[in-house]
């Protein structure tokens, strides 16, 4: 198949774990016979540095045009001067607006190589496979921000439309799995989410009757979630809670570098990026872990371009090079480490 791809390599370790991502994508292209045409662009600070803004024009309209969206990450100690009036978050949070991928989909789960990566015990971590859906283009992130001298106020918004529609796509993705959502809320003091259990709970009850549905409190589930990862199966929550929490969540995998998402919206077209940052403490030194990102370019794979063998033959990749033992530093404990392209070669020669 013929595919367009916009690469947002962004800043910080962005542009070292993409590297590995489109190399993965032009071995994949070649071993199946597609034609993937992947367009660089600046975004984020690197951006701005170029033209004063995190999502320039060329930029957006090339990402609207595209099959698919890679990002890398965005942000930075150069940009973030409470002070400064233009951000590099500024743009991603544009990006997904503008592209309409309201479910954001974070798939977490702990390989059994890596048990002893993450700093819970093994027994209560083994078998855990879960799937937040976290709503992206709404909430506290989008309301009205305002500051002056002595008052800050961030508004936050969600209509009943936009519950529906994360509300199902959570469910049609519960149904394919083990049929449990579990829908996270701060109902006790939030009319927002009084609102979002009202809704969530009609639709479940329309349209869902054979998915089972929990509501549970944030600060609940962020305990549970450590505590009983393995009881759960979808998760669906607003998009600031789905932010802390999948950060959370990455411990149970082991590292942060590991968790890859898929955002999507109403077509097939899907922005794609690991759930990190741009990790400035580490940019430049090639250690940083491109797992995240491999995953990603596998659902960006089976999502966006439906090639579901090639994401499973990417995914298996990972995984096996895992199982050889391969590890950047983030997971390698006491055993020697792998650097970034290291890892990326692990999975080449195995895909
Ligand atoms: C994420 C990131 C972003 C977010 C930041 C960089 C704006 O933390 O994708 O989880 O908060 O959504
Ligand atoms: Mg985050």
């Not at 048990?115 to 976290?134: C, I, N, Q, W, Y």
């Not at 579901?308 to 990417?314: H, R, V």
Request: charged share 20%.
């Amino acid at each position: 198949m013929k595919a367009h791809i916009a690469i947002l390599p962004g800043d910080g370790i962005g542009p070292e774990v993409i590297a590995e991502g489109t190399r993965c994508l032009h071995a994949l292209a070649q071993r199946h016979g597609h034609t993937f045409t992947l367009s660089e662009l600046p975004f984020g600070g690197a951006a701005i540095d170029l033209s004063g803004e995190p999502l320039p024009t060329e930029t957006l309209s090339t990402c609207l045009a595209a099959d698919a969206v890679l990002l890398g990450a965005i942000g930075g100690p150069k940009w973030s001067a409470p002070e400064a009036k233009v951000r590099p978050e500024q743009g991603l949070l544009a990006l997904r607006s503008a592209l309409g991928v309201y479910a954001n989909l974070r798939p977490v789960k702990v390989h059994p190589a890596l048990l002893s990566a993450s700093s819970l015990k093994p027994e209560v971590l083994t078998g855990v496979d879960l799937m937040f859906v976290r709503e992206l283009t709404g909430g506290i992130y989008f309301g009205e921000k305002r500051q002056d001298a002595d008052s800050a106020t961030d508004v936050c918004t969600y209509t009943v439309a936009e519950i529906e529609r994360i509300v199902r796509a959570a469910a049609q993705l519960a149904r394919q799995r083990r049929g449990k959502l579990v829908s996270i809320d701060k109902a006790n003091v939030l009319e927002t989410s009084r609102l979002w259990r009202r809704v969530c709970t009609r639709v479940m009850r329309e349209e869902f009757p054979d998915v089972s549905l929990e509501h549970m409190l944030v600060d609940a589930a962020a305990m549970h979630l450590i505590r009983r990862p393995r009881d759960f199966d979808v998760l669906v929550t607003e998009n600031m809670f789905g932010d802390i929490l999948t950060d959370e969540a990455s411990m149970l995998a082991g590292s942060l570098g590991l968790l890859p998402s898929a955002s999507l919206g109403e077509g097939r077209r899907g922005l794609y990026e690991p759930i990190h940052g741009s990790a400035p403490d580490i940019a430049g030194r090639g250690i940083a872990n491109p797992c995240g990102t491999l995953l990603s370019v596998a659902l960006l794979l089976r999502h966006s371009l439906g090639l579901s063998a090639e994401a499973e033959a990417l995914e298996q990749a990972v995984s096996a090079a895992l199982e050889a033992g391969a590890r950047t530093p983030d997971v390698a404990g006491d055993a020697p480490a792998a650097s970034t392209r290291a890892f990326g070669d692990a999975v080449l020669s195995r895909l």
